[in-house]
């Protein structure tokens, strides 16, 4: 198992930008991929961005594409989620996931972290 903590939420404007941080601790980080997901009040946790063991494959759900990167530092034992060009629609609480596998998943995650509260204002 590993314990994940998640950290850089807060409350910004439309059109910024924010960096979330997660760091990993316990079972061997580098060798699993890891996610981020994310909730918005009165909805279902959705898929956010996943990123493979070597940091070579990256996957986004469409709602992110092009303004969300998800990266890592194995060195670190750290997965970050840099996002630009924020909507009030973004506004979530964001969770960092460790992954079952090796390989890039949008479901094959079995460790959550505590959760980061990110709001967006118009």
């Known amino acids: 198992q590993v314990q994940l903590v998640e950290s850089g939420g807060g409350l910004v404007q439309a059109g910024g930008s924010l960096r979330l941080s997660c760091a990993a601790s316990?079972?061997?980080?580098?060798?699993?991929?890891m996610g981020w997901f994310r909730q918005a009040p009165g909805k279902e946790r959705e898929f956010v961005a996943s990123?493979?063991?070597?940091?070579?494959?990256?996957d986004y759900a469409d709602s992110v594409k092009g303004r969300f990167t998800i990266s890592r530092d194995n060195a670190k034992n750290t997965v970050y989620l840099q996002m630009i060009s924020l909507k009030p629609d973004d506004t979530a609480v964001y969770y960092c996931?460790?992954?079952?596998?090796?390989?890039?998943?949008?479901?094959?995650?079995?460790?959550w972290g505590q959760g980061t509260q990110v709001t967006v204002s118009s």
């Open positions: 996931a460790g992954g079952r596998i090796g390989s890039v998943t949008r479901t094959d995650f079995g460790s």
């Open positions: 316990g079972r061997t980080f580098k060798t699993y991929a």
């Open positions: 990123i493979s063991w070597t940091g070579r494959t990256t």
